[in-house]
């Protein structure tokens, strides 16, 4: 498996070190979120700081983005990394891209396969010079030499989407390159509706289940003393209780025998009690939704939760302090021989 470490975007000043600190501690690559500072300026950033540095979006937002910029930034990453770097894409949440950025959201998981195509056309007109794709949201037929970045001694970039419903993740087995799992992505659910669905959208276009990578968030609990376990317990509980009040994700909860926990954790988030948010997650559910070890037992629980399921692992909570960095860098390592 191929081991990242998961991050938010950094003041640019700042990347290049953590590029380094990452590269230097055994992980694969870095994989930059996308909250209030944008994504692919730190993988740029990242890009020169740490080369042989694998690096990806994980998930750079879509649709307030034409899909040819969206292409264009790829592009110029894929060069600068030597084609180590993956396009993680995702819709976000309707509030978000009508209030924030100011776009349309309609019909968004037709709208993002209509993206996805249009983008790896902008890849070939990149090369080819011929810009060909008339799709149900979008239609790009115009490119100069002028206007488009040219060939690249590189493959074209992986193109990887988020996805948490069945429809959404045959949409990724159908078009995209992998599929970006949500963090609260625990191995039952991985079973019943991730593999079975991306097999089912890649059967449809003629593809094997293989060709698409799976990159899975985990959220880690590790220490070799109560206390050091007991203080990250209570983080890795209110990470998710946040992903916990989104109403989309409630069946995943449901389904592994915790109904109604997103029903309980959005009545605390309504009047403001972040406390009791946090409470209505117990260990019970940590128990499945988090992976608890020492550190010399980590490695070997995430093999056991993920081999033959996840391509990527991602590390959703290294980032900090910097000998538990280093300690994770250890556990990436391990794995990733």
Not at 72 to 98: C, D, I, M, P
Not at 164 to 176: F, K, Q, S
């Amino acid at each position: 498996m191929h081991i990242d470490v998961m991050t938010i975007p950094q003041p640019l000043g700042q990347t290049g070190e953590l590029a380094r600190r990452t590269q230097a501690a055994g992980f694969s690559g870095l994989l930059f979120t996308e909250t209030g500072r944008t994504a692919y300026l730190n993988a740029a950033v990242a890009s020169q700081a740490a080369p042989g540095l694998e690096l990806s979006t994980g998930v750079a937002v879509a649709f307030p983005r034409s899909p040819f910029v969206t292409a264009a930034a790829a592009w110029e990453l894929q060069e600068a990394t030597g084609g180590r770097f993956r396009l993680g894409l995702g819709t976000q949440v309707r509030t978000h891209v009508v209030r924030r950025y100011g776009v349309p959201f309609e019909r968004p998981g037709p709208r993002m396969r209509d993206y996805v195509r249009a983008v790896k056309a902008c890849f070939d007109a990149f090369r080819t010079g011929k810009l060909d794709h008339h799709g149900d949201f979008y239609d790009l037929d115009f490119i100069t030499a002028q206007w488009s970045a040219g060939p690249i001694d590189a493959p074209d970039p992986k193109v990887d989407v988020a996805a948490v419903n069945p429809w959404m993740l045959r949409m990724a087995g159908e078009v995209a390159d992998g599929v970006h799992v949500h963090p609260i992505g625990e191995p039952g659910y991985l079973t019943r509706h991730v593999m079975p669905n991306v097999a089912a959208g890649a059967a449809k276009a003629g593809r094997a289940p293989s060709d698409i990578a799976v990159i899975v968030p985990v959220l880690t609990i590790v220490g070799d003393t109560d206390e050091e376990r007991e203080r990250n317990r209570e983080s890795v509980r209110a990470s998710m209780a946040f992903y916990g009040s989104t109403p989309n994700y409630a069946f995943i909860w449901d389904e592994a025998g915790f109904e109604g926990t997103t029903a309980r954790i959005r009545e605390k988030q309504k009047a403001g009690d972040f406390a009791g948010m946090a409470a209505a997650v117990t260990d019970e559910h940590i128990a499945v939704f988090a992976t608890e070890a020492t550190w010399d037992g980590l490695a070997d629980a995430l093999a056991a939760k993920y081999a033959g399921v996840a391509t990527r692992l991602v590390f959703y909570n290294a980032v900090g302090d910097m000998e538990r960095f280093e300690r994770y860098g250890e556990v990436a390592r391990r794995l990733g021989g």
